[in-house]
């Protein structure tokens, strides 16, 4: 409910922590086009919510009607949320629905883009116009760099750093949570007796090597990296026991890797000296 919502925000910020909602488009988008098949490309399909993960190929269709239902969902959630990013996802859009949609063929004529990408572009800089008119700011994925990238938005980069480079020359903020570089902690921390994940081996010292601000950057476009971000996908993870496994102890290199100087980074007096007492004081508050 909204009071849980509120709830939820205020425990955070009381802890110093501000929450950012990312609300999903135009792809990862089948549970609202299950309630509302009117919203995609082709109303006369059956959509059902997934029950697995993956890249899915239904998407919104960029209508009117669609926007119009968006920006109500990002009204409430603005109302609830006072975050001054909000995150709209972006990531993982198949452009099989609108390649085939002859309402999208027309739009792409009609507004003389090139191609899908033009699209999702016009997509996302739609929603960033009106996000920007309630004072809010956007966060996407990589992805809403192909077609062309909005005005303000900061980017996520995930697949890899590319993104996040090519958004910093341009004089776009970013953050930087590349999924190869030990910042995807869904990923399996030892070589053996691991529980069940998504796969990949990101140790401690993995996470802990990782520099956010690539060396290719100048000095004023290293300014644009903002922070990092360590993501904690939830697929198989079923229990809070499970999720502080996979937390700790890499979400401590997280924080170090976002807070210190580079010149005082040292692996072996992080793991020899100071993380014992850590790892003391998780075992003495029950954590696992």
């Not at 968006?70 to 452009?95: A, C, N, Q, R």
């Not at 191609?115 to 929603?127: A, D, H, K, P, V």
């Not at 210190?260 to 793991?271: R, V």
Request: aromatic content about 12%; charged content about 25%.
């Amino acid at each position: 409910t909204q009071d849980q919502i509120r709830d939820v925000v205020k425990y955070a910020a009381d802890r110093y922590i501000n929450i950012v909602p990312e609300i999903e488009m135009p792809g990862h988008s089948t549970a609202a086009l299950a309630a509302y098949p009117e919203l995609s490309c082709d109303p006369s399909k059956t959509y059902k919510v997934y029950e697995t993960w993956g890249v899915i190929k239904d998407v919104y269709c960029p209508s009117d009607k669609t926007f119009d239902f968006l920006e109500d969902v990002l009204t409430e959630v603005m109302e609830l949320f006072p975050s001054k990013y909000i995150h709209i996802g972006g990531d993982e859009v198949p452009k099989d629905a609108w390649k085939n949609s002859a309402f999208c063929q027309k739009l792409i004529k009609k507004l003389q883009l090139k191609n899908e990408e033009g699209l999702q572009s016009y997509f996302i800089q739609r929603i960033e116009k009106f996000v920007n008119s309630k004072g809010r700011s956007i966060i996407g994925w990589d992805e809403i760099l192909e077609g062309g990238l909005s005005p303000n938005a900061t980017v996520m980069s995930w697949r890899g750093e590319a993104g996040g480079i090519a958004a910093a020359k341009q004089g776009h903020d970013v953050v930087m949570t590349p999924g190869s570089a030990g910042l995807y902690l869904d990923h399996s921390q030892g070589k053996t007796n691991e529980p069940l994940s998504i796969g990949g081996y990101f140790p401690l010292q993995k996470t802990y090597s990782y520099n956010p601000t690539p060396n290719v950057l100048n000095a004023e476009q290293q300014k644009h990296i903002i922070g990092v971000q360590a993501n904690l996908w939830s697929e198989y993870i079923g229990t809070e026991a499970k999720a502080e496994y996979m937390l700790y102890p890499r979400l401590l290199a997280l924080s170090e890797i976002a807070w210190t100087p580079l010149a005082n980074k040292n692996f072996k007096d992080f793991s020899e000296t100071r993380l014992p007492s850590q790892l003391a004081w998780l075992d003495k508050n029950n954590y696992d």
